[in-house]
């Protein structure tokens, strides 16, 4: 199962919220986009049994095991450039 985002956020998909911090050619910031896709990614195909929830805070991905409000999460995953922080 994908990890969804939770309902904090549900405006977009964290692949479209990621997609987003993609910069463009004549942007002068770094790539905190993809290597946060290619890390979703590796969540979707490690975990395929496993529901998983995400919440973003700036470029970082926060992992929680459920959708409730006052739950903590468990993992904190920071990507930029080719570099990954957990």
Do not use: C
Request: zero cysteines.
């Amino acid at each position: 199962m994908p990890i969804v985002r939770r309902f904090e956020q549900k405006k977009l998909t964290l692949e479209e919220f990621y997609k987003e911090l993609i910069p463009k050619p004549e942007d002068q910031i770094g790539d905190g986009g993809t290597p946060m896709l290619e890390v979703l990614e590796s969540i979707n195909t490690m975990f395929k049994e496993t529901v998983l929830y995400g919440l973003t805070s700036h470029a970082s991905l926060l992992l929680f095991n459920n959708d409730h409000e006052d739950s903590d999460y468990y993992i904190v995953i920071n990507a930029f450039k080719a570099s990954y922080y957990v």
